[in-house]
């Protein structure tokens, strides 16, 4: 409940901080691309939406790696990554612009006694070194580690933060963020990681480091598991006129106080 409340008043904040823009007339914005993106894009579309009569904006989330293959192919206006363009991605016509930063909170079960762990014990769990709570003070019971899909931006950002690329003994590979915490929150020892402002009360964030994930943690940087949002396109190929004011409006200072509604740190 808190949440909708809180994307109800980020929607209506929407209508006056538009106040200004030009407004479009018609034409579509096609979206394509992290499921951890949701929140922050669903409540950029719906403001612009909500300023341009007539023009029609959709999201198909189905994750980092698809999202910037969808771009490059030509079937979205704009594709979504939450982790930065590899470099054979740009050598291949392909340019980011960091929207926002999120942190990847790492979950567990509220009914799990840990509250706080190191990196070095995340990436020990992660790779089976550790395999019980009890190593690190929760009960005795065997950890059951759930992970994303090779070629989630949450996963690459995670394992490259967390020096466990292609190394984690994963139980479980969901391919969203919300199947995570829907299974991290129905087993009482399972460990998993998602996208900050997707986490909600049916799962606990634990500190790392001794640092709680939040806004103001990520916007500092102390908070060390964080990764970048990211608008890609097409290096040599215009924007249509529609997309390219929303990619401006989305990129501008009006719309931070959206994205920082939407649990991320806006990069302007």
Known sequence: ???????????????????????????????????????????????????????TFTYNPTGSGSGITAVQEGRCDIGLSSRSLKDEEKAAGLSETVLAYDGIAIIVNPANPVADLTLDQIAAIFTGEITNWREVGGDDAAIVLIGREAGSGTRDGFESITGTKDACAYRQELTSTGDVITTVSSNADAIGYASLAAVKDSVKALAVGGVTPDEASVKDGSYVVQRPFVLVTKSDTALSETAQQFYDFATSADAAELIAGAGVVAAQ
């Not at 008043?9 to 499921?35: I, Q």
């Open 1 to 55: 409940m808190k949440k909708f409340l809180t994307l109800m008043l980020t929607a209506a904040l929407a209508l006056s901080l538009l106040g200004g823009c030009s407004e479009t007339k018609g034409g579509t914005v096609a979206t394509d691309g992290s499921t951890s993106m949701e929140e922050v894009i669903g409540v950029l579309g719906e403001a612009f939406m909500a300023q341009n009569d007539g023009v």
